[in-house]
């Protein structure tokens, strides 16, 4: 979110082919990308989140391990839990999705 413009902080995921690419801009800081590798099986989707909500995400499972993210399509909630390492942290988080 270092990249984000900062009002929005929006930060756009696009997913498919077990990748998952981060895209964010501003006029003020420039923009930022970075891929990760997923394990994502269904047909890709672009979608955008405020990104200091992911991180107070992160952050409320002690930033370690892996997080599924379910989605249903670009316009509905995005539901984070925590998976693997942090599987014992009961933690729900609901997103809600923003233009990107």
């Known amino acids: 979110s270092q990249f984000a413009d900062s009002k929005s902080n929006s930060v756009k995921f696009a997913i498919g082919d077990n990748a998952l690419k981060l895209t ?17 099986a269904s047909a890709p989707i672009t979608i955008g989140f405020n990104g200091a909500y992911l991180i107070d ?27 693997g390492d942090n599987r014992p942290v009961n933690v729900k988080y609901v997103l809600m999705p923003m233009r990107c």
């Open 24 to 40: 964010t801009s501003s006029v003020d800081s420039g923009s930022s990308e970075d891929t990760l590798e997923v394990s994502y």
């Open 57 to 83: 995400f992160c952050k409320s499972i002690g930033g370690a391990g892996e997080i599924k993210v379910s989605l249903k399509d670009a316009q509905s909630a995005g539901l984070l839990e925590p998976e």
